[in-house]
């Protein structure tokens, strides 16, 4: 991750905020209030500004837009549509483009969106 990616944040079928990195990604030790059983002590860190989506959508409601832009086998969505467990996918430009013009319509009174969208031109 570099200064000035955005990444898209979903769980349970649902995109719920956007951030965009400050700096690149930097080796850093695992947080402590994690406690110790989530994976090695030594990882990378992201420091993002992040864009809470007070109105989320459903992956599920992108499908036909996501069977056609996810066709990489390192993409965030399989064959079927259904989001991959994981964590920093690529995703596709023209479907990134397609989430952001989600998340600003259904969000259109957010200024923080309305600030990057020269970004999804």
């Known amino acids: 991750v570099n200064k000035g990616d955005f ?6 079928g649902e995109v719920k905020a956007i951030s965009i990195a400050k700096e690149k ?8 209030e994690l406690g110790r059983e989530f994976w090695i002590l030594d990882g990378r860190k992201i420091d993002c500004q992040y864009i809470i989506l007070r109105n989320t959508f459903t992956t599920n409601s992108l499908r ?10 390192n993409a965030p969505f399989n064959s079927s549509a259904k989001g991959k ?13 397609i989430f952001f013009e989600t998340a600003k319509r259904l969000n259109s009174n957010n200024s923080m969106l309305n600030d990057i969208s020269q970004y999804f031109e």
């Open 64 to 73: 036909n837009s996501i069977l056609k832009f996810s066709t990489k086998s």
């Open 25 to 32: 990604c930097y080796d850093c030790e695992q947080p402590k």
């Open 7 to 12: 990444i898209f944040h979903g769980s349970q």
């Open 85 to 97: 467990q994981g964590y920093l996918f690529d995703l596709n430009p023209n479907l990134a483009k």
